[in-house]
């Protein structure tokens, strides 16, 4: 049984903001899920659905369903880090075709900036009901240095450099420069990139995103009410979900789990790489969009360095335009997580709402692509194909 | 650079599945777990095999290793690393007493304790 036409996304709604002191992270929640309806021509009523991950504090979906006062007959909170919410896509569109439901509400919303938190560099506390933390966490497996390893071993094993990979932070902000919302909306050369501070070697600062406040919100529903809608038609063609550990000490490297996860979207859309006119792609890191590239299958395992040189992410300049909103390393990453980001994107290029700067021509088919958790140690992956009818 | 001067580890925390390593650990064994069944070693340690389900069992390991990956945080004073075993298995774990700069994937290295507010805990210094 497959998903493929089975759903469509009515509704897509980035919160405006970056930084959210004066609001609690339930009321981004909701504030970002009555933007989505409006955005979709629903109401609150409507929702019968509903997909939250680990930023909605509280048990799973119910704090947060109960402070919305949802009525709900499907609910799903899913927690695979930082791409859940595209994995969210997949389930609701899985749950609609089981009749489960009808309109689906995902959110993501979180205050890491308004609270000050060291999201890439701090330590963290060990939790030994966790299998790995007695072996792990006293090591400080910090973010940015277990990307670091992925981005190391790249380099060793095909010659990647640092300015290859400066490049994707190079076409992100090429992106953001017309993103009124974005965080940093500064056009960045590659030698900005090279000669920023080392954070966690071989990784620069400015090869790291952003930390911001905000959410956003997405409506899945079913066809029948998708096409009583106003709002153009974006089809779920596809959706593949994985994750990828250290396999019982057989540590690699150099490829993620987007390799099962992008097989199965693709397998599943009937999509080739050679359709997708744009693709948003989890920028946590710019090591991670080089992984995910050529995990997908844009490019040979190895090649990616020489595939986002001079340009080819950046929208009418390359071939594989990307995160046209600036993406996580120059626009937003709520919550540290990017994965509705991510979609929110790929929704406005299929609809042709993408600021006219970066609007993709044409643009039919699109990809949403994330990885959750660490890169280097545990990750979830999910993989979204999305079409314009 | 020059060697770097390393930080203070964290002390670990410990479950039932990793008590029986650190109580060896204090005594200076590094110990790892081999399958019953399938007979190859993991890490890390656990009472059921990630590769059969198979029951597993401690046995004392070289403390032999290279380095598969590592990242210095030089900001922190320490260095991430992937060490694969001579065992086979690939840990994580922190390098210690190394220039960064002239640190190499590939690097022999040896096992080296450093003792945290908990445990001992398996670092690896070069070879």
């Not at chain 1, 299929?350 to 643009?363: D, I, M, S, Y």
């Amino acid at each position: 049984m497959s998903i493929k036409g089975k759903a469509y996304i009515a509704g897509a709604f980035e919160h405006p903001t970056r930084k959210a002191p004066d609001k609690s992270v339930f009321q981004l929640h909701a504030e970002c899920a009555a933007g989505a309806l409006a955005d979709a021509g629903l109401t609150k009523d409507d929702v019968d659905g509903y997909f939250c991950a680990g930023d909605a504090a509280g048990m799973g979906p119910i704090n947060i369903a109960d402070y919305m006062n949802l009525r709900l007959s499907y609910l799903d909170s899913t927690d695979v880090g930082g791409t859940s919410y595209i994995g969210a896509v997949g389930h609701a569109a899985a749950a609609i075709n089981a009749g489960k439901c009808n309109v689906a509400l995902i959110t993501l919303s979180g205050r890491p900036r308004s609270e000050g938190v060291q999201t890439g560099t701090g330590q963290r506390p060990g939790n030994p009901q966790v299998g790995d933390s007695p072996w792990e966490t006293h090591f400080s497996p910090a973010t940015t240095n277990v990307y670091g390893m992925v981005a190391a071993r790249h380099m060793h094993e095909y010659g990647t450099t640092s300015e290859q990979l400066a490049w994707i932070k190079v076409a992100a902000s090429h992106h953001a420069q017309w993103n009124e919302h974005a965080m940093l909306r500064n056009v960045v050369t590659v030698e900005e990139v090279v000669n920023s501070p080392m954070v966690s070697t071989p990784l620069h600062r400015l090869d790291c995103c952003i930390i911001s406040d905000g959410g956003g919100a997405l409506i899945v529903v079913k066809p029948e009410i998708a096409r009583s809608l106003k709002r153009p038609l974006v089809k779920v063609m596809g959706h593949g979900e994985s994750w990828k550990g250290q396999m019982g000490g057989d540590v690699d490297l150099t490829y993620s789990g987007a390799r099962w996860s992008g097989a199965a979207a693709f397998a599943e859309s009937g999509v080739k790489q050679s359709d997708i006119k744009y693709a948003s792609i989890y920028d946590s890191f710019t090591i991670t969009v080089l992984m995910q590239l050529e995990d997908l299958g844009f490019c040979e395992k190895g090649q990616g360095g020489k595939f986002v040189s001079d340009g080819n992410l950046i929208s009418g300049v390359g071939k594989l335009p990307f995160n046209t909103d600036g993406g996580g390393l120059c626009n937003n990453h709520p919550a540290n997580r990017g994965g509705i980001t991510k979609v929110i994107e790929a929704v406005r290029q299929l609809r042709g709402e993408a600021h006219p700067k970066v609007q993709v021509p044409n643009c039919d088919v699109a990809l949403a692509h994330g990885t959750g958790g660490l890169l280097g140690s545990r990750h979830g992956s999910s993989t979204l194909i999305l079409e314009r009818e | 650079m020059a060697i770097m001067e390393d930080r203070k580890i964290p002390p670990n925390c410990s479950n039932p599945e990793s008590d029986a390593f650190y109580a060896a650990a204090d005594e200076g064994k590094f110990m790892i777990r081999r399958c019953t069944s399938c007979k190859k070693a993991h890490w890390y340690p656990r009472a059921v095999c990630p590769f059969c389900f198979g029951a597993t069992e401690w046995e004392q390991a070289s403390g032999e290793g290279t380095v598969y990956s590592f990242s210095t945080m030089l900001r922190s004073n320490f260095t991430m690393a992937y060490v694969t075993l001579k065992e086979g298995p690939t840990m994580m774990t922190n390098l210690i007493k190394i220039d960064p700069e002239t640190m190499k994937i590939g690097a022999k290295v040896k096992l080296a304790w450093v003792q945290t507010d908990a445990n001992k805990v398996p670092c690896f210094e070069p070879a």
